[in-house]
């Protein structure tokens, strides 16, 4: 597992090595690079190690921890796939009135 700390202000880097060891992979930027900057951060990190899959997380995200073996199969059971994504839910709220953030969605290689 990688983290990427991008820039935080309160030593979250260290707080995760102490906490989780040679679990966890941190890369600390120095900079803010923006959510997109860190998440690329990461999935450079991944990539360069040869990693098949990756996957972005925010810090505050619920897993069900069946979702990555779904995510996993899917992508397994569809070698044209170069993207899939779980569905995204929240609180009830003006940005998601029936709770859906994100309804999914899956990405052939060969798409545009």
């Known amino acids: 597992m990688v983290v990427v700390d991008n820039a935080s202000p309160c030593g ?5 090595l102490a906490e989780f060891g040679g679990r966890v992979h941190v890369i600390a930027s120095r900079e803010s690079l923006g959510y ?16 098949t899959y990756a996957w972005v997380l925010n810090n505050d995200t619920v897993v069900d921890p069946a979702c990555i073996g779904m995510l996993v199969d899917g992508m397994e ?3 044209r796939l170069g993207v899939l ?3 995204i839910l929240c609180a009830v709220g003006p940005d998601a009135p029936s709770g859906v953030r994100f309804s999914g969605t899956g990405r ?5």
């Open 12 to 16: 979250d880097a260290d707080r995760l």
């Open 36 to 51: 997109g900057g860190g998440a690329n951060l990461g999935l450079r990190w991944a990539l360069d190690r040869g990693a």
């Open 77 to 79: 059971s569809n070698p």
């Open 85 to 87: 994504s779980p569905q």
């Open 108 to 112: 052939n290689r060969d798409s545009t």
